[in-house]
T-cell receptor, first 109, second 115 residues
Framework: GQNIDQPTEMTATEGAIVQINCTYQTSGFNGLFWYQQHAGEAPTFLSYNVLDGLEEKGRFSSFLSRSKGYSYLLLKELQMKDSASYLCAVLDSNYQLIWGAGTKLIIKP | EAGVAQSPRYKIIEKRQSVAFWCNPISGHATLYWYQQILGQGPKLLIQFQNNGVVDDSQLPKDRFSAERLKGVDSTLKIQPAKLEDSAVYLC?????????????FGEGSWLTVV
């Protein structure tokens, strides 16, 4: 079967750095998405990786290793507004999106 | 650019009643998705349309759920009769097309409570 694994919850301190991991086992691979979802709101797009390596976008970076079936989202200079759930999703060989359950990130002052 | 529009935002119904949700995707987006998201879980795809054709409805409980996308633009998701376990957020999303890594844009969601 197809599977996306992410930690259920993480806690970090304002101003610090946090890395949210995602491992996947899917039927083929056509890219990996990270979405941010604040409580009570819809998911919003953060990043898309299809090639190995690190993609940096401001305070957020996303890394992909296709051979290891692994990605991480790196958040720097954490702010209170970064408290949210972070969803990892993989586009499989049929171009269907397989979603993880999300990681709830709690930022403490 | 206008985003994905959904209505109603909130709905409370009794079990065995029916409910319908409406979605207007971003203009020009060929692919439209309906997701169900239960609190604390990731989105679960119910149905995916490419223009007005169904690409994937394997997880749609067809005995009670139905969806249509007439003319390949707006879409409606209906639940009849509703069960308590249908309480969830119903997210509509759209993308330019299915066959690439196009970003999926979500609407604000329709929150359903079945009592």
């Amino acid at each position: 079967g197809q599977n996306i694994d992410q930690p259920t919850e993480m806690t970090a301190t304002e101003g610090a750095i946090v890395q949210i991991n995602c491992t996947y086992q899917t039927s083929g691979f056509n890219g990996l998405f990270w979405y941010q979802q604040h409580a009570g709101e819809a998911p919003t797009f953060l990043s898309y990786n299809v090639l190995d390596g690190l993609e940096e976008k401001g305070r957020f970076s996303s890394f992909l290793s296709r051979s290891k079936g692994y990605s991480y989202l790196l958040l720097k200079e954490l702010q209170m507004k970064d408290s949210a759930s972070y969803l990892c999703a993989v586009l499989d060989s049929n171009y269907q999106l397989i979603w993880g359950a999300g990681t709830k990130l709690i930022i403490k002052p | 650019e206008a985003g994905v529009a959904q209505s109603p935002r909130y709905k409370i119904i009794e079990k065995r009643q029916s409910v319908a949700f409406w979605c207007n995707p971003i203009s020009g987006h060929a692919t439209l998705y309906w997701y169900q998201q239960i609190l604390g879980q990731g989105p679960k795809l119910l149905i995916q349309f490419q223009n007005n054709g169904v690409v994937d409805d394997s997880q749609l409980p067809k005995d009670r759920f139905s969806a249509e996308r007439l003319k390949g633009v707006d879409s409606t998701l209906k639940i009849q009769p509703a069960k308590l376990e249908d309480s969830a957020v119903y997210l509509c999303a759209s993308s330019e097309d299915t066959f690439s890594g196009n970003t999926i844009y979500f609407g604000e969601g329709s929150w359903l409570t079945v009592v």
